[in-house]
């Protein structure tokens, strides 16, 4: 008996739906570029793409090596290509329904010559009610970064957002954290006009925010925090600052970075998180700003009982200094179970000759006291130099239940773009890498893993 038009029908009905679910699956792990391709695959497919939930639009290939390109010319046209691409698109998807996942930017030299487009792609993100935002524009050190856009509407399902040279104003970031209820994770890198970050929650407002990340930013004087029930991550890199923190109950992860030569980037970190110090179990800070004659400073550091993770920005070619304080961290904290060195070196941070090499005079033998629970050292733009090994050594002699050593020769600061990053850097990483595993690796135990990245 032949099956009824209707149930024909019918089965061609649900098979099309099946078709644009899995198309629509297949979309959603496409790169933009990639996925806006596959309109010209068939005349049904033609606009699909129109309905993905995430725009990222990703440069990467293009941008890296970007700023070591020398033609202005040639940079202001790359810059100009992407914001026409991502303004075509914009324009392509005003009328289409849906709330949006993400929409990402990131691109070199994007300042205020393009402030009417960047002012449309943030309007179209709201508009399409996004949950994560983010610009990312690289502006390097011009003066002119584009202004994050005051008293915009529809942040009611904005979870995240993350402004990297873009600046925003102290009036603009209050409205953003109050009218942005759902508001999770926040990060604020390069501004010129923020001066204070304030989250301070009330039975009426309360605080949804997790994650509060500032770093470099030129004027800012304070953050401050209170009533903040869900942070579990608080992260600072720069100048000294005023911070208070009260009543964050979640805190487990702490960065206060400070570029500082005297004693202020040891001292107030601990002073300024005293009110949950004891609950932390990642620390970062930094002391390879620190000047030699407060290296031999004695410090008071608190101990720290449930501190698991410690990540440690030094200067390497200080050596006994460093070492010094590297001691003294490891005593207070008893429970530490991985070590994070960033090294810094006497050269600076484009220095690109692999010969390089500075041996330092040591003051005096540093004391080492055995660590019974560090089992995991990473070292992070290792060079083979004497005083980089020094510093493995030494933990290698204190930590008596070691298990793992991690050498990684990138520079930490270096944007995962690879926008900044040269050739030259390439050769020192790799000049590194075989100093590590020709020599190094002979000084390590064969009871401990040896691993370069």
């Not at 005349?43 to 070591?68: C, H, N, P, V």
């Not at 914001?83 to 205020?112: H, M, P, S, Y």
Request: hydrophobic share 40%; charged share 30%.
């Amino acid at each position: 008996m032949d099956t009824p038009w209707y149930k024909k029908a019918g089965r061609g009905i649900h098979q099309e739906r099946a078709t644009v679910e899995i198309f629509g699956i297949i979309l959603s792990r496409l790169s933009l570029k990639d996925a806006m391709a596959t309109s010209s695959l068939c005349k049904e497919f033609r606009y699909m793409w129109r309905s993905i939930d995430s725009l990222d639009f990703d440069a990467a290939e293009i941008l890296r090596g970007f700023l070591a390109e020398k033609d202005r010319e040639v940079r202001d046209r790359k810059t100009l290509d992407y914001v026409n691409w991502v303004t075509r698109v914009v324009r392509q998807l005003k009328e289409e329904d849906g709330n949006l996942k993400l929409f990402r930017a990131c691109f070199c030299r994007i300042d205020e010559r393009y402030r009417s487009e960047v002012d449309e792609w943030v309007q179209f993100a709201m508009t399409r009610k996004v949950e994560v935002l983010v610009l990312e524009f690289l502006a390097g050190c011009s003066a002119n970064f584009y202004l994050f856009p005051h008293k915009l509407t529809g942040f009611d399902s904005l979870k995240a957002l993350e402004l990297e040279f873009v600046d925003v104003t102290q009036d603009t970031l209050d409205d953003l954290v109050r009218n942005s209820p759902s508001l999770e994770r926040l990060r604020v890198s390069f501004t010129h006009s923020l001066i204070k970050v304030a989250i301070i929650g009330n039975r009426n407002r309360p605080v949804a925010l997790k994650s509060l990340a500032m770093s470099r930013n030129r004027h800012l004087k304070a953050i401050e925090i209170r009533n903040a029930p869900l942070l579990a991550l608080l992260s600072y890199v720069g100048h000294p600052i005023d911070v208070v923190v009260e009543n964050v109950p979640l805190l487990s992860e702490a960065n206060l970075s400070y570029r500082s030569s005297n004693k202020d980037c040891i001292a107030l970190p601990f002073s300024q998180l005293s009110s949950c110090i004891s609950q932390l179990h990642t620390l970062m800070m930094d002391i390879h700003c620190m000047d030699v004659k407060v290296y031999k400073e004695n410090h008071e550091i608190p101990e720290l009982p449930n501190l698991k993770c410690f990540d440690l920005v030094v200067y390497a070619d200080k050596c006994w200094g460093s070492l010094r304080m590297l001691t003294s961290f490891l005593k207070a904290f008893p429970r530490l179970g991985t070590l994070v060195l960033k090294m810094e070196f006497l050269d600076s941070y484009f220095s690109c000759d692999p010969r390089t090499s500075y041996i330092p005079r040591y003051e005096e033998k540093v004391t080492t006291y055995p660590h019974r629970y560090l089992k995991v050292l990473e070292i992070v733009r290792y060079r083979h130099r004497l005083n980089a090994v020094e510093h493995v050594r030494h933990v290698i002699e204190t930590a008596i239940a070691l298990e793992k050593i991690v050498i990684n020769p990138v520079h930490w600061e270096f944007h995962h773009t690879g926008a900044d990053r040269r050739k030259e850097h390439a050769l020192m990483e790799e000049v590194a890498r075989k100093g590590a595993v020709d020599m190094l690796k002979k000084e390590v135990p064969s009871t401990i893993e040896f691993v370069v990245l």
